[in-house]
C-alpha cells in the first residue's frame, strides 16, 4: 500500500508565506497525477493544485499566481509553495495521490492525513 505523509502546515498573517510537503511511500510501482485538496469549516472539499507525473499543473482560479506545486519524481515527494496566504486559504490541506503497488494493479487514490494552514493576524 501507499502512504501520505504531509509537513508544513501552521498559523501565518495574511501576505505570509508557507510551503507544504507530501512524501509517498510504501509499495509503489508507479505514481499517476499528485496534487492538494482543501477543505475549510462547514465547506466541501475542493482541489486546489494537482500535477502530473510529466510534470503538467493545474491550479483552482483562487490560487493562481500566488501557490504553485512542484514535483520530485525520484524522491515521490510533491510541494505546495503558498504565497500571499488570505483568510480564506485557512483549512486542513490533503495530499493526494494516483498511485499503482504493481505493473498489473489498478491506479487507487491516495490521501494524506492532513495539515491545518489557518491564516490569521
Known amino acids: 500500500q501507499v502512504q501520505l505523509v504531509e509537513s508544513g502546515g501552521g498559523l501565518v498573517q495574511p501576505g505570509g508565506s508557507l510551503r507544504l510537503s507530501c512524501a509517498a511511500s510504501g509499495t509503489i510501482f508507479s505514481i499517476n497525477a499528485m496534487g492538494w485538496y482543501r477543505q475549510a469549516p462547514g465547506k466541501q472539499r475542493e482541489l486546489v493544485a494537482t500535477i502530473s507525473n510529466g510534470g503538467k499543473t493545474t491550479l483552482e482560479d483562487s490560487v493562481k499566481g500566488r501557490f504553485t506545486i512542484s514535483r520530485d519524481n525520484g524522491k515521490n515527494t510533491i510541494d505546495l509553495q503558498m504565497n500571499s496566504l488570505k483568510p480564506e486559504d485557512t483549512a486542513v490541506y490533503y495530499c493526494?495521490?494516483?498511485?499503482?503497488?504493481?505493473?498489473?494493479?489498478?491506479?487507487?487514490?491516495?490521501w494524506g492525513q492532513g495539515t491545518q494552514v489557518t491564516v490569521s493576524s
Open positions: 493526494y495521490a494516483a498511485a499503482r503497488y504493481s505493473w498489473n494493479s489498478a491506479f487507487s487514490q491516495y
